[in-house]
């Protein structure tokens, strides 16, 4: 596609519900990252993916996140049992590749909602 | 690890006045340096960036500066717009390494521009 796809843009859940997100990213990127929003702050990092291995975890808040990347391009981000403090938009970007330092292009987000 | 503060988290200007955002970063191994804007709504998207070999660099309104020694960067718009009002965040990354650049983000400045 023309850019980053996220989906669902929105999604409102119970308390203790598992939820999925998912990210397209550019066609031909190799390099996929995910952020998370919270209300009026930055974007905290959460998890780096290269192709379909994930060299960098080290963002994840806890063992109730996970994430996973397939055919090196769809990735989803699964957050079991979740809370309220789970709230945010979830970001997610793409670049061409990982090396480099080059422009990571950003989807729309994910406003996720626990009530 | 890296860490990036940004000032202020609130500016309000004038139409045609002058915008400075200023950011500092710890790691000084850093040398990709990023400032993306992000509207009610959307992603952030990369507005200027800016490589540790140069000090300044300018497109149209936007210029950004880094002093690598003092390890701070900052983003200057001039003839201030409506359009230009937005959260804008600054980002610093290096090479790790298993070879990608991992974006830090500041916390946001909100650019109110008033008519």
């Known amino acids: 596609g023309a850019g980053v796809s996220q989906s669902p843009s929105n999604k409102v859940t119970e308390k203790g519900k598992d939820v999925e997100l998912r990210c397209d990213p550019i066609?031909?990127?190799?390099?996929l990252y995910w952020y998370r929003q919270s209300l009026g702050q930055g974007l905290e990092f959460l998890i780096y993916?290269?192709?379909?291995?994930?060299?960098?975890k080290s963002g994840l808040p806890s063992d109730r996140f996970s994430a996973e990347r397939t055919g090196g391009s769809v990735s989803t981000l699964t957050i079991q049992r979740t809370q309220q403090e789970d709230s945010a938009v979830y970001l997610c970007?793409?670049?061409?590749?990982?090396?480099?330092?080059?422009?990571?292009?950003f989807g729309q987000g994910t406003r996720l909602t626990v009530v | 690890g890296e860490n990036v503060e940004q000032h202020p988290s609130t500016l309000s200007v004038q139409e045609g006045d002058s915008a400075v955002i200023k950011c500092t970063y710890s790691?000084?191994?850093?040398?990709?340096f990023p400032w993306y804007k992000q509207e009610l709504g959307k992603g952030p998207q990369l507005i200027i960036d800016?490589?540790?070999?140069?000090g300044e660099k300018k497109d149209q309104r936007i210029a950004v500066t880094l002093n690598k020694t003092a390890k701070h960067f900052s983003l200057h718009i001039t003839e201030t717009q409506p359009e230009d009002s937005a959260v804008y965040f600054c980002?610093?990354?290096?090479?790790?390494?298993?070879?990608?650049?991992?974006?830090?983000f500041g916390a946001g400045t909100r650019l109110a521009v008033h008519p």
């Open positions: 970007a793409s670049s061409p590749r990982g090396a480099s330092n080059t422009e990571a292009f």
């Open positions: 066609s031909g990127h190799t390099a």
């Open positions: 993916f290269q192709g379909n291995s994930a060299p960098d």
């Open positions: 790691d000084s191994a850093s040398n990709y």
């Open positions: 800016i490589r540790s070999n140069v």
């Open positions: 980002a610093a990354s290096g090479l790790f390494s298993g070879g990608y650049n991992k974006l830090i």
